[in-house]
């Protein structure tokens, strides 16, 4: 009998160990599988998206940019910053075969197409001598040497060295010159409401510019450190001189020359001077313009 019970109180106390080992068992696993699906999983995860995402795309030369995307970075961003009209955003996914927008990450490159992106606001039609282009629309912080065919996009620059000149075309259809030591940054293109801007950093600009319907119409917008030049004309040189200092002369057409507040018309034939945190003097009287050279 006392054997009987010994045994059964041996076997009660197997059975609770072994519940207890058990569930200690259980419990470590579910922790182990937890910790796997917190760390381990997402990273596979990600991985498989980046590899999904790793598209090699073949641009055809010369068709438009490839860019690189930026931390923070969105489809919304890129679309607003790079492409003509950003509802064209499932045009540019299927441009570079990406099916999930999600899986643009930061690092992998992007395609923007020439028929997608932003339109240049000018393009360069000739040069001579050493003329270089900074572009900062890519982001580069590094001149290169000018192409015949060139975009330039909003902030891009343009400088000329001695015995140098360059000449661009407008997307408004006006174009400009250049003549050597001048260097000229885009501010903005033409649009329905705005018209085009040029900002004279020093040197000479010679501006020949699309005739519109309306004389009223503002056409271009000229910019220096020392004034604004709002053009209702066809044809007007501008220089810069080493201290900020502008002149402005008017060969067709009419300026509107405003510095200090103080906003003085400049007629075809005549000229103004515009001093550095000064206003613009009284027009006065020119002698012959030059003559625009051909194209």
């Excluded at 207890?20 to 599988?33: D, Q, V």
Aim: hydrophobic letters at 35%; aromatic letters at 10%; proline letters at 6%.
């Amino acid at each position: 009998m006392k054997f009987h019970n010994f045994r059964k109180t041996y076997l009660v106390f197997l059975w609770k160990r072994w519940r207890e080992t058990s569930a200690l068992f259980i419990r470590k696993s579910l922790r182990f599988s937890f910790l796997l699906i917190l760390f381990i999983l997402p990273h596979l995860f990600s991985n498989s998206l980046y590899a999904e995402s790793k598209q090699i795309i073949h641009p055809p030369e010369g068709d438009g940019i490839t860019i690189v995307v930026e931390k923070g970075q969105t489809l919304s961003i890129i679309s607003k910053t790079y492409l003509d009209d950003p509802r064209k955003w499932k045009e540019l996914l299927k441009s570079n075969q990406i099916d999930n927008p999600n899986l643009i990450i930061p690092g992998m490159k992007l395609w923007i197409p020439k028929s997608l992106g932003k339109k240049p606001l000018a393009d360069l039609q000739r040069y001579t001598g050493k003329t270089e282009v900074l572009k900062v629309s890519m982001k580069s912080s590094d001149w290169t040497g000018a192409t015949i065919g060139e975009g330039l996009y909003a902030k891009d620059e343009v400088r000329t060295f001695k015995d140098s000149e360059a000449q661009f075309l407008l997307l408004s259809g006006s174009r400009f010159e250049i003549t050597e030591n001048s260097h000229v940054i885009m501010e903005k293109g033409k649009s329905d409401s705005e018209p085009d801007e040029l900002f004279l950093r020093k040197g000479r600009i010679r501006s020949i510019v699309q005739k519109k319907p309306s004389t009223n119409q503002r056409m271009f917008l000229l910019k220096t450190d020392s004034a604004v030049s709002e053009v209702r004309g066809t044809d007007f040189l501008t220089e810069v001189d080493q201290t900020g200092n502008t002149t402005l002369s008017c060969y067709e057409g009419l300026v509107a020359v405003t510095a200090q507040n103080v906003t003085v018309n400049v007629p075809s034939g005549f000229a103004t001077f515009v001093e550095k945190g000064k206003p613009p003097l009284k027009p006065f009287s020119l002698p012959d313009p030059p003559k625009p050279k051909e194209e």
